[in-house]
């Protein structure tokens, strides 16, 4: 069977929980209402049958009764006569009254329960029983004149009559309900419906993506509630997935065409050495030309593992207090030496500055900065290396007087294997800068350039302080 949707899951349950509540809520009233209702319906009784006590009088002689053409019942009794006040309420709201001798016998009124055997009289005392699936409230007063105190006042009212105004509001009730539960579906669809459009959004772009690999889809993101702050989140997360697999295939590309290059060369001297009759010293030339062309693939091999690595934390660098101007110094002092193109290298370090970091790939990224001025410098140009604190950041900076680099490529140098134009066949590989930018970030820093074609560049590395 095929699962509920998500949006039908929220909306049965909101609704069984609105009428779960509804049920509740009308159970409480009811029960409270109805115990309300029964008690006021016990106290009209006993007021009725109070009420009543005052309208019969007992009289000796019809000379002592005052007929003043009025509707009073007389009824003989004994000596003497009884006066039913045409005040006495014999029925009433639901509720009968009787005037009873001791033994049961009904001498006026009315008495709605005679199939059941009749509880004995007790003054003051409200009786309950039951006939015919009905309950009835009794009520029993003792008539308080001398000449007749065996005689007893019972006033009977059915349970049901205190519930008739519930059974009505009951049914509006049921109404009501049903009304509200399909309010409640019909309001939930639409609320569900909208709430949960941009899931629906993101499932189908997820399904785009998985089926199509388009990363260029997006979810509209309006508002700013959850699902919308969702789906902003799931747009970074494919944007920043989008451009991983452009880097990656455009490293991929350019991993390929540099490799290309060398096994060319180291194939053509391979075939050239086997095919033709060649000197000692042409061979000797071709074995240099496989050995160069060799050293710059493992270069190059070697330092796509090392950013591997480093993006996979799968070596585990260390965390310690390095001395960064004590490093930076003895760096340019090494580094200084190699003299090539005859580029000067001066430095300027302020002292006691430390970083937490691992010492070997601070020494690379700093020797992968200045490698990247001598390579790239003019002959007998200059290369100045500045260490210094601003504010809560380590700013470490190399600039040099060379060639610069053109707006539109200031930021691809940072490509993996990217080189200038002017640069491919000389002998970097292309992953000096990518690896310093890399090294920079993994501390949660940043690598900027300045550069002016023709006139220098200055690299600036910014690093947090703590």
Not at 148 to 177: F, K, N, T
Not at 234 to 248: K, P, S, V
Request: hydrophobic residues 40%; charged residues 25%.
């Amino acid at each position: 069977m095929k699962r509920a949707k998500l949006q039908w899951k929220l909306t049965c349950w909101f609704s069984a929980a609105l009428l779960l509540m509804a049920l509740l809520t009308f159970v409480i009233v009811f029960f409270v209402s109805h115990s309300v209702l029964q008690k006021n319906l016990k106290d009209e009784l006993i007021h009725t049958v109070e009420d009543n006590l005052d309208e019969v009088e007992f009289y000796r002689s019809v000379s002592q009764m005052h007929i003043d053409g009025d509707t009073d019942q007389y009824i003989h009794y004994g000596v003497g006569y009884l006066e039913i006040d045409d005040d006495f309420l014999d029925q009433v709201n639901g509720i009968c009254t009787g005037l009873y001798r001791e033994n049961g016998e009904l001498l006026y009124g009315e008495n709605p329960i005679t199939e059941v055997e009749i509880p004995a009289f007790a003054d003051g005392v409200c009786h309950t029983v039951r006939q015919g699936g009905e309950v009835y409230y009794l009520f029993d007063r003792q008539l308080e004149q001398s000449p007749i105190r065996e005689l007893w006042l019972r006033g009977v009212v059915a349970e049901s009559q205190g519930d008739a105004p519930l059974r009505r509001i009951v049914r509006i009730c049921l109404w009501c309900l049903g009304a509200m539960v399909l309010f409640a579906i019909g309001g939930g669809v639409a609320i569900t419906r909208r709430a949960l459009r941009p899931i629906r959004d993101l499932s189908q772009a997820a399904a785009q993506i998985s089926g199509g690999d388009d990363l260029k889809k997006r979810i509209p993101a309006a508002g700013n509630d959850e699902l919308s702050q969702l789906a902003g989140a799931f747009n970074g997360m494919i944007q920043r997935l989008d451009e991983a697999f452009e880097a990656e295939r455009q490293f991929a590309s350019d991993a390929s065409h540099e490799l290309r290059t060398p096994m060319a060369v180291i194939l053509a001297q391979c075939d050239e050495a086997m095919d033709a009759e060649l000197s000692p010293e042409e061979y000797r030339q071709a074995l240099r030309v496989i050995r160069r062309q060799g050293r710059r693939m493992n270069r190059m091999i070697a330092g796509m593992l090392e950013c591997m690595r480093m993006e996979r934390k799968s070596d585990l660098y260390a965390r310690e207090d390095v001395d960064l101007s004590e490093l930076t110094e003895s760096l340019c002092q090494d580094l200084a030496l190699i003299g090539e193109k005859g580029i000067q290298v001066t430095w300027q370090v302020a002292d006691g500055i430390h970083f937490t970091g691992d010492r070997t790939l601070l020494s690379r990224m700093i020797a992968n900065l200045v490698g990247n001025a001598y390579r790239y410098g003019r002959e007998n140009g200059h290369t100045q290396v500045t260490l210094s604190r601003e504010g809560a950041h380590i700013l470490l900076s190399v600039a040099d007087d060379g060639m610069g680099i053109a707006p539109d490529q200031q930021e691809k140098i940072f490509r993996r294997l990217y080189q200038g134009a002017s640069h491919r066949n000389g002998e970097g590989v292309g992953l000096g800068l990518s690896m310093a930018r890399q090294i920079a970030r993994m501390y949660g820093g940043e690598i900027a350039v300045k550069s002016t074609p023709g006139a220098g560049s200055t690299f600036t590395v910014r690093l947090p302080a703590k």
